[in-house]
T-cell receptor
Framework: AQSVTQLGSHVSVSEGALVLLRCNYSSSVPPYLFWYVQYPNQGLQLLLKYTTGATLVKGINGFEAEFKKSETSFHLTKPSAHMSDAAEYFCAVSGVGANNLFFGTGTRLTVIP | NAGVTQTPKFQVLKTGQSMTLQCAQDMNHEYMSWYRQDPGMGLRLIHYSVGAGITDQGEVPNGYNVSRSTTEDFPLRLLSAAPSQTSVYFC?????????????FGPGTRLTVL
């Protein structure tokens, strides 16, 4: 079985500050891990994904995430927050089937000017 | 190239009514999915399709029906709407499965059942 826990439903940071959004997963098989972003009134957009290989994954808009197997974590970071980063972020883990993704409950990021 | 389109954007139904949410993609993707998004629960998979004529259930399929007669279209049918089906519905498509390939999401349909 697969599941995802996102710690913190709301995170606020100042513009220019570090962004850290936390994601822990549970998976009975080697996981594929994803971060998606949802801007207001829009669908989800893939930020980055980990499949195999390098554990530090770089995505769009300056975001990156590191897969840590020992900690079962896949936290999302960005060194310097921008106002345009304000959105909801979802972590997801793949299931056994080719089309099964299990999403976390989301973290809403607010960027304070 | 319109990507994934969904209609309608908003819909209000009365309990017991039926309706179809439309989803179409023009990227020649084999895989298509329907999710519902509820506050505090993230996205949950309703049904998915791995190609024309092939569909399967996801995590929360009860009360919904799907079919896939063409590669482009994947409609979601609510047979007898209930207030518990009030949600935002997203359609997604990908060339391969969601595990291995990027999913593209439509803009969503906001459904209210009274």
């Amino acid at each position: 079985a697969q599941s995802v826990t996102q710690l913190g439903s709301h995170v606020s940071v100042s513009e220019g500050a570090l962004v850290l959004l936390r994601c822990n997963y549970s998976s009975s098989v080697p996981p594929y891990l994803f971060w998606y972003v949802q801007y207001p009134n829009q669908g989800l957009q893939l930020l980055l994904k980990y499949t195999t290989g390098a554990t530090l994954v770089k995505g769009i808009n300056g975001f990156e995430a590191e897969f840590k197997k020992s900690e079962t974590s896949f936290h999302l970071t960005k060194p310097s927050a921008h106002m345009s980063d304000a959105a909801e972020y979802f972590c997801a883990v793949s299931g056994v089937g080719a089309n099964n993704l299990f999403f976390g409950t989301g973290t809403r990021l607010t960027v304070i000017p | 190239n319109a990507g994934v389109t969904q209609t309608p954007k908003f819909q209000v139904l009365k309990t017991g009514q039926s309706m179809t949410l439309q989803c179409a993609q023009d990227m020649n993707h084999e895989y298509m999915s329907w999710y519902r998004q509820d506050p505090g629960m993230g996205l949950r998979l309703i049904h998915y399709s791995v190609g024309a004529g092939i569909t399967d259930q996801g995590e929360v399929p009860n009360g919904y029906n799907v079919s896939r007669s063409t590669t482009e279209d994947f409609p979601l049918r609510l047979l007898s709407a209930a207030p518990s089906q009030t949600s935002v519905y997203f359609c997604a498509s990908s060339y391969g499965g969601a595990r291995s390939d990027t999913q593209y999401f439509g803009p969503g349909t906001r459904l209210t059942v009274l």
